[in-house]
């Protein structure tokens, strides 16, 4: 399956390869038993490019650790979904686009819960072959539809969501991928589909990030792969608050979003020019 999936299909098994390697560590800060074979033998390769530019031989790293970002971004929104779990109002938690996930078959989760997950045809097939014979812990519903195509929300209905209760959203690896205008229209659907008290978590670079010198080797990395990224925000709070969601932006390596590896120092909101990621996680008011 894995050949024909596109460019940003691809991206998906990169997430795995990486969910791979930190499960190999000692020092893990989760365990994918799934992530190997859902990376199959593409993702290893894309990992290795990644890698390639991140830590150059003989010169010192100037990029982002990826790795460590991939460990602390996976953690942060297991304990995130995790901690929504407990809540007895939470019944639906969506992951949109759901990649090579699979949260739904190493976690556990309550009985009331049903888990959404939206993406490509191509990306939930793919995942369906590599996880034959490994069944979800909660109750699961896959929607094969393009986030970009109009109907998605639609299509979420007719696979159970219900709009009039509270659900619990994540959007993961997807922001900075599509075009600005792209950003505003899915935030609005997934606004006008959730129900006030809903939860939302996602990743978002900066600005600056999408057009730095130092971060040109990672930009052309993905840029040759035929994946650019494409939109960045410096005020992600502005940006989901305009949809009705009270967020707070936290950086990897600030409280609660370290534990332990990230290995840079983090920049100040004020400091200007810096690359920058944010986990954006709040409430629909």
Known sequence: MTPQLDA???????????????????????????????????????????????????????????????????????????QAAQDPGT??????????????????????????????????????????????????????????????PDRLREAGYDPTVPSTWLLEGLLYYIPEPDTHRILRQVAEISAPGSRIAADIVNAAALTLPDMRGLLDVFAGWGCPWLFGSDEPEELFDTYGFTVRATQPGEDGADYGRWPDPVPPRTERDVRRVFFVHGRRR
């Open 91 to 152: 019944t639906q938690i969506v992951l949109a686009p759901a990649g090579m996930d699979s949260r739904a078959h190493r976690l556990d989760w309550p009985d009331r819960v049903s888990w959404f997950e939206v993406d490509r045809p191509a990306v939930l097939a793919h995942k369906d072959a590599s996880l034959a014979g490994v069944e979800p812990r909660v109750r699961h519903h896959k929607v094969a539809v393009d986030l970009t195509a109009p109907d998605w």
């Open 8 to 82: 940003v299909e691809r991206t998906a098994l990169l997430t795995a390869a990486l969910r791979a390697a930190e499960t190999r560590r000692p020092d893990h800060l989760y365990e994918d038993p799934y992530a190997e074979r859902l990376a199959g033998e593409i993702g290893p390769g894309l990992l290795a490019e990644v890698r390639a530019v991140t830590f150059p031989t003989g010169r010192e790293r100037t990029l982002p650790s990826t790795p460590d970002y991939n460990a602390i971004r996976t953690r942060f929104f297991d304990d995130y979904l995790q």
